[in-house]
Each structure stands twice: as C-alpha cells, then as structure tokens.
C-alpha cells in the first residue's frame, strides 16, 4: 500500500500537489559572472518547499550538459542557458507566462 500525501489526501503516486504548486510559481532567469569570469544561470522563484529542487536540478543538469547546485531557493547551473531554460521548464511543468527571463 502506497502513502498518503498529508495535503491533499490522495496517494503519493496519484498526489497533484507538485502540479499545482508548479502552475503558481513566479520564476525568474538571470545570469551572473561569478569569480574567475565564469558565467552563471541563476533560476529564482522556486518555493522549494512544494517542488523538489534536487530532481529539477538533475534534470537539468543532464539537459544542458553542466554542472550546478542548489541553495537559498534558488538553482545555480554553470554556463549561459538562459534562452533555452523557457522552454525546459515549461517542458518540466511550469507555467510558460509565469517564467521571466531576464
């Protein structure tokens, strides 16, 4: 027997909490240099309570072929990937209205 989701009482593989919680974030795209030069892509918004950031970050992570982390709330990945991230992360569910890139 599955676990049951303590917000919204349904089955953890039936649970819509991540969906819904995706369609409601305001997430912004930036890029910083950082020491050395090195140019980062900063991704904001994200509550990281109600999304898991890990398995977003991996994903990710092997998408764009990079290295990053994740802390503060926010998605750290090497290099300029700002003018695709739309696109991946209304691929991983996000609204597309809801992401500003910056």
């Known amino acids: 027997m599955s676990d049951i989701c303590p917000t919204c009482g349904l089955p953890q593989d039936l649970c819509v909490c991540e969906s819904i919680a995706k369609e409601t974030q305001k ?18 918004g994200i509550d990281d309570k109600e999304i898991d950031m890990k398995s977003l970050l991996k994903k990710l992570k ?25 696109e991946m992360l209304a691929e991983s569910g996000f609204a597309q209205e809801s992401i500003v890139v910056k």
């Open 62 to 86: 092997s998408k764009f072929a990079c290295g990053g982390t994740a802390k503060e709330g926010k998605i750290e990945l090497q290099g300029d990937h700002k003018n695709r991230m739309r």
């Open 27 to 44: 997430i912004e795209v930036t890029t910083e240099k950082k020491k050395f030069g090195k140019v980062y892509t900063v991704i904001s």
